[in-house]
């Protein structure tokens, strides 16, 4: 019984359990940092904003032109793509210290990984590539030849394939990662810029930013089957310049930035009807959901701030100021 241990040995015994508890709380607070991360391309630099309270609480330099992010190794590090650096930026969340910076290709702008985290495929859009990168060394494994200025990555579900868009070729290559070879090339809307996967991976939904639209591919046969357009009342079409896409947790609604038409649109994914849009910044650009899908932000690279959107309410709770020209959004929820 408790009674009968000494003094010494329960005070002992409770300052074990208190470092315990502490030590588990910190490794908790570093998965899930609550911090969103914003690069900023003119100020070599990341400003970080607290999700909840939504103040910015500090700003981290990082190499030239940051641009793309992701969150590796168990949400413990961001990963920055730097234009004109030609690396990418290896970012502790806990400490917001650069811990590493890789080789990454010329001019990487948009990235995404292999499932197991350990390569990286990046679009080169000087060199009208995919570039496939070993994240540990920075070695450059394979160069795929594909259109002309490639942007969106993103791969497959299986790790199969990663797709691929091209600004000029107006045309998403799907690419075998293995053999290095593209499978097949798509004729999309003009100027294709990121792209989601329906919640059961049967569609690729891809923004045409000078097409005013989504055009939704099946993946299984690789065909265009729908095309989205967008219209805002009182603007040409082309003001309408959609890029930024991101897709609710439960898979139903999809919510598209609208570039210099400076809404979000909310985009029900069954019937691939507007249901509503929303007036954020200049040139909504990028598009980020909390995990429990309840907040949106949006990079707005013409005002130099992030608009906070509350989705249920469908409403604009804050525009924060971050550094000049915004790109990306990565939230540590």
Known sequence: MIDNIPLRRRYAGCVLLIAFGLALAATAHAKDSGKVFVSSEKDNALTVIDAKTMVVTGVIKTCKRPRHMKLIEGNTKLMVACGD??????????????????????????????????????????????????VATGKSLKSVPVGKEPEGVLTSPDGKRVYVTSEVANMIHVVDPVAGTVIKNIAVGKRPRRMILAADGAELWVTNELGSSVSIVSTKDLNVIETIKFEIKGMRADDISPVGIALAPDGKTAFVGLGRANHVAWVDVASRKVTNTVLVGKRAWYVALTRDGSRMFVANGLSDDVTVVDVAAVKALKSIPVGRVPYGVVIDD
């Open 85 to 134: 650096s030609n690396k990418a930026d290896i970012i502790d969340v806990a400490s917001g210290k650069s811990v590493a910076r890789i080789a990454f290709g010329d001019d990487p702008e948009v990235f995404d990984l292999s499932l197991d985290g350990k390569t990286a495929y990046l679009s080169a859009e000087d060199e009208g590539a995919l570039t496939i990168v070993d």
